[in-house]
């Protein structure tokens, strides 16, 4: 098969047959205004149109066409070899677009939809190419993002790393990104020497100090030999200080001399030791707040407070707009299972919908973290609704603490979670009828089987057995009346 899905506008039995000929997974729809919504939510590869809507129906469906937010390419198929002169010449003015005149012609269409796959595919390309702004720092480097948040880091990133600036603070919340950051600025600086990472919240105070300066022999118990420390062992390269924050007191004060004098001595020593490493600072925590409750020295903070590199949170107002890149980036590169690698390449919309409206506390290594989850459950080339899996250690804790059902009721659904739901006792109560569930939901029929598709709701859901036609309208009514509660719902949420 050339297409994993198709979308095909057309009531004719014979049109849908040419359709199935190209595609492995065909949603009919029966008018044009049917289809946007299948569209929406299965996003294909490829709308085949039936001329036979009407000349009208077609004009308007490839009006509105480019101003959705998904781009699909349409292929027009004429009936009878009757050709349409003004609706050829309109679809063929657009790349999107192909004309064919015989819907009896199926290795025609094959050859179309290869032709408008490929070109899709290069001008989602081309409009990708500037996806990482970080390319030039190396290609282990990538800091994804085209908001202006993210501009302004890595505008500051090259100042810094054009200068002479040493120390640097790099401040942000967990999860932004603040070691790449430091990785980006060491390699445009000196990419040929050693970049050394020291978390300063994972040591104890003789430890790190021991890891930082060295010690001689014989300067504590169990010094049976000297010790080179980091601050010289990283030579002329970048050493980085994470967690700045957590260094105790006493601590900070021997740093200070090192930023203002560039020189240290060993635990235990006498000898002044030259120090020319680059020493970038990083914090999550408000170091003017920690200098005003005395945890944190005044003089060492401004210091290295010279030129700092600040790193916005992923709910910040403009970086929603990076979430996209930062998916479709994660997706590109993850290697968490190698069987799925390149076979997953994007998200269905309402998959998308719900990273957008997530506050994403983590920030981004969050967001890598769900879309590895998704990776692992995903058994499709995109990514559903139902292998998103976002905050479930706080889900299960919250699972544990007693809450009022109300409250409980919130928390388990969403507004997706819900009209799954509601697809479900519809199908059921309706004993899978499709027509009759899809006018119980107040929605089409093709709405109906595509959002049975969406959330793959397989024909067993739900606890208990089916039951078809028992107690029919107090059934119906019991499941309208479950509409309007999550109608309620909602404008809780």
Known sequence: ???????????????????????????????????????????????????????????????????????????????????????????????TCAYLEDRRDGAKLRQIAIRLKSQHRAAASDKGSNLFFATDYAASVCMVGHSQAMQETLRMVQLVANSQCNPVLIIGETGTGKELAAKAIHLLRHANERFVAVNCAALSVTLLESELFGHVKGS????????????????????????????????????????????????????????????????????????????????????????????????????????????????????????????????????????????????VRELRNAIERAILLEETDKIGLSSIAIDSEMQCDCADTEVSPQRRHIQDFSLATAERELIIRALKETGWQKTRAAALLGITRATLYAKVRQYNIPRNSGDGEERAGVGGGEQERATGAAVRDAAELASVR
């Open 220 to 363: 504590f118990t169990g010094a049976d030999r000297e010790k080179t420390g980091l601050l010289e062992l990283t030579g002329s390269g970048t050493i980085l200080l994470d967690e700045i924050s957590e260094m105790p007191l006493d601590l900070q004060a021997k740093l200070l001399r090192v930023v203002q004098e560039k020189t240290f001595r060993k635990v235990g020593g006498v000898e002044n030791i030259k120090c020319n490493a680059t020493i970038i600072s990083s914090s999550n925590q408000d170091l003017k707040k920690q200098v005003r409750a005395n945890r944190f020295r005044k003089d060492l903070y401004y210091r290295l407070n010279t030129c700092p590199v600040s790193l916005a949170p992923l709910r910040a107002r403009d970086r929603s707009e990076d979430i996209p890149l930062l998916v479709e980036y994660f997706l590109k590169t993850s290697t968490i299972c190698p069987d799925k690698t390149g076979k997953i390449t994007s998200l269905t919309k309402l998959a998308s919908e719900s990273l957008q409206k997530h506050d994403w506390p983590g920030n």
């Open 1 to 95: 098969m050339v297409l994993r899905r198709l979308v095909a506008i057309s009531k004719d039995p014979e049109f849908q047959h040419l359709a199935r000929q190209v595609a492995q997974e065909v949603f009919v729809a029966d008018d044009t205004h049917e289809a946007f919504d299948i569209i929406d939510t299965v996003e294909p590869d490829v709308i085949a149109l039936d001329t036979s809507c009407g000349a009208a129906d077609v004009r308007e469906f490839l009006e509105r066409t480019p101003s959705r937010p998904i781009n699909i390419p349409v292929v027009i198929i004429g009936s009878d070899g009757e050709v349409e002169p003004d609706l050829s010449a309109e679809a063929t003015r657009a790349w």
